[in-house]
């Protein structure tokens, strides 16, 4: 009996509602446009009622092939992109792509050299050592070049280590001693980059004149420099600079500025692009980099062990004088009419 | 174990930024970053819509796969994490991230990269837990406390949620029916493999493709 009494203002409260309902109905018949036989003001009407869909038909998973950029109320418009895919295709550059060139092109520069080494060996002096000096590269030229070539080998060193050695060297090194070699190396490439551009700068305005083309430069060409041909006499002709060198030259310059800007865009996010101009500046500067890295070996092959008598150049500043008659007559003939030549009357014997 | 995830109902989101705010705030992190934020697309026009937008916390991390140090991990729970003992604050990760996750606090040469920050699902990290040292690196340890990211917590409207990705599915997939719309659940076809046949659109990844 409790039990029912405990549900007596229950009752009650139902009864009333009851009650109510059709004073409510009423209330509803009493809406605008109701009079007039149900019509809604229009864009008022109500959907028709559907059946609600199961919840096996909603998508989760929606497609996003593009970007999607939108408004942010923070200050950091960078963040307003809000789903990139692009970085999908970046990471398989840096992942897959760039390893497949890089280790193409430099490990394959390597093996030429190296098989070029066999086959032809270091390219004498024809006529041997005379032992009297032509002055070639002047002091300021040497620290032109030679500013642009350390920074160049330090930025290529750091880079690589930042770019592969995960691969290589944690294996070797662990993440803890890695991380203190990239930290350095990262520094050491950003603060490369200043001495790198100032000898490049240099470098253009010294020896742009005389790296402008000529017509020496075809008949250089056509014979590879006599590179590729046992019978060591044969030298094609050239001014001071031949085609070879000079087709470095502008390599290094074009690429080098390329690099700069490239660089400058990574080292500065967001102050020129964003991400997408990133990404882009990332694969030029890596791609160019393997490029001038393979270039830069064949550079320093033929500097060194490659010659005989051409480290001189750069290293002492002055040419054996028949190296200078053989790999660069033109230029010779016109250093020894400018009377830069050595004191005449010393001439060695055999020199003709 | 739980897959933890992150959901935007943007039919939910009224861009409040509670989600930014509350995150800056619980982690103290360092001035310029915003872990988390609200884009708006479309915006003043038709279709309009909110997102709050934070790291995925992806399965295949394309952040982990690109960075030189090798500084990520995921937990347990799925949840990536990353050192700033290892990381040298390269812009890797950032460059391959879908979702802009990875900040840089402005603090070396050039005005360049810093130790990279992104959003931790509050669960710290490398660090022992709940220890000052992970707290000054990477913000509270929500997730060892047995709490949720305080983003979705804070909430009012349920429109960003944070939990296991088998719940948030649930939970979403029900209240869109019941609406009868719904824009889908943002970045998952591009942080996620999806976990059952029919779940994914043409951009979604299907199941076994990473």
Known sequence: MPRIRAFAPVAAFLLALLLAAPALAQVEVEGPGAGEGGTVAPGLELPAPEAEPPAADVQLYMPEEDQLIGRLTIPNRSLATLVQPEGRTWRAFRMETLFWIAGIVILGTLAALAAFYFWRGTIRIDRGRSDRWVPRFNGLERFAHWTTALSFIALALTGLIVTFGRFLLIPLMGHDAFTATSEVSKNLHNFSSVPFVLGLVLMLALWIRDNLPTRADLVWLKHGGGMFSRNASFHPESGRFNAGQKGIFWAVVLGGIAMTVTGIMLMTPFYVTGVSGMQIAHVVHAILAALMIAMILGHIYIGTIGMEGAFDAMGKGEVDENWAIEHHRGWYEAQRDAGRQPAPGTRPAGAD | ?210
């Not at chain 2, 934070?54 to 960075?67: E, F, K």
């Open chain 2, 1 to 210: 174990m739980a897959r933890m995830k992150f959901l935007c109902d943007s039919e939910r989101c009224i861009e409040c930024n509670a989600c930014v705010t509350a995150c800056k705030n619980e982690h103290e992190v360092p001035w310029g970053i915003n872990r988390r934020r609200v884009v708006t697309l479309n915006d003043g026009q038709p279709g309009e819509r909110s997102i709050s937008m934070a790291c995925m916390h992806c399965d295949d991390a394309p952040c982990a796969a690109v960075c030189p140090v090798d500084c990520f991990y995921q937990t347990a729970d799925g949840v990536v994490l990353h050192s700033k003992d290892l990381c040298i604050g390269c812009g890797y990760c950032f460059y391959a991230c879908p979702f802009g996750a990875p900040q840089y606090p402005r603090t070396t040469n050039f005005g360049g990269r810093g130790k990279m920050d992104k959003c931790t699902f509050c669960a710290g990290g490398p660090e022992e837990d709940l220890t000052p040292i992970e707290y000054q690196k990477y913000g509270t340890n929500r997730l060892a406390e047995g709490k949720l990211p305080l983003c979705a917590e804070m909430c009012s409207t349920r429109a960003l949620m944070a939990g296991d990705g088998e719940v948030l599915a649930e939970l979403y997939t029900d209240r869109a029916a019941r609406r009868g719309y719904g824009s889908g659940a943002w970045g998952w076809s591009t942080a996620y493999v999806a976990d059952q046949p029919g779940t994914y659109a043409p951009g979604g990844r299907p199941i076994g493709e990473s």
